[in-house]
């Protein structure tokens, strides 16, 4: 069973770029999945953020596209996200997360999650 | 892309089925078959409870449905247990390699 864990700095300040990694355990990073990054501000829902194939293909959020930077180090079997220009709307936890969308075992939905790393903007 | 509009509370009886909406456009729900839906604790990370409208993943109780219809979608609790108490989110493909959720529900049992 695949676990994902997130990790990074829980305080970045406002202007400066967010930074977080996602560590894979219990799979490869280069199966046919895609791997995903999804926010959530405190007390609020769930938002999309983009996505990435061990290819390197990546889709991203229309919202956040010109901030976004998403990459996968296949060494290292994990994948990381990378916002820049952070301000206090950026505060959220952050969850990486994966996705079939091919094969007979496609789910084209957000099928494991990892735990979360908490995120906020201050100076 | 908007998000998908989720009624922000539901509520139900211990035993009683309890349905919540998701409105889309044809441009996300009405356009595809690949809506989901999450489960989340207070402090917990969502868990998958639908995929692609109707299928269950496996370890997730026969008594959690999912439907379509147009552009809205739906989950059906039947049988509430407390353990369901949580909030819910949908979740659709919105076309171009996005993806959209809607804003939650938070489904109280009485």
């Known amino acids: 069973q695949v676990q994902l864990q997130e990790s990074g700095p829980g305080l970045v300040k406002p202007s400066e770029t967010l930074s977080l990694t996602c560590a894979i355990s219990?799979?490869?990073?280069?199966?046919?999945?895609?791997w995903s990054w999804v926010r959530q501000p405190p007390g609020k829902g769930l938002e999309w953020i983009g996505e990435?194939?061990?290819?390197?293909?990546?889709n991203y959020n229309p919202s956040l596209k010109s901030r976004i930077t998403i990459s996968v180090d296949k060494s290292k079997n994990q994948f990381s996200l990378r916002l820049s220009s952070v301000t206090a709307a950026d505060t959220a936890v952050y969850y990486c997360?994966?996705?079939?969308?091919?094969?007979?075992?496609?789910?084209?939905?957000?099928?494991?999650w990892g735990q979360g790393t908490m995120v906020t903007v201050s100076s | 892309q908007s998000a998908l509009t989720q009624p922000p509370s539901a509520s139900g009886s211990l035993g009683q089925p309890v349905t919540i909406s998701c409105t889309g456009t044809?441009?996300?729900?009405?356009?595809?078959?690949?809506v989901s839906w999450y489960q989340q604790h207070p402090g917990k990370a969502p868990k998958l409870m639908i995929y692609?409208?109707?299928k269950r993943p496996s370890g997730v109780p026969d008594r959690f449905s999912g439907s379509k219809s147009g552009n809205t979608a739906s989950l059906t609790v039947s049988g509430l247990q407390a353990e369901d108490e949580a909030d819910y989110y949908c979740?659709?493909?919105?076309?171009?390699?996005?993806?959209?959720f809607g804003g939650g529900t938070q489904l109280t049992v009485l």
């Open positions: 997360a994966k996705t079939r969308r091919s094969g007979s075992d496609a789910t084209n939905a957000f099928e494991i």
């Open positions: 219990g799979g490869s990073i280069s199966s046919s999945i895609w």
């Open positions: 990435i194939y061990h290819s390197g293909s990546t």
């Open positions: 044809s441009s996300d729900i009405g356009g595809y078959n690949y």
């Open positions: 692609e409208i109707t």
């Open positions: 979740s659709s493909y919105a076309g171009s390699n996005n993806w959209v």
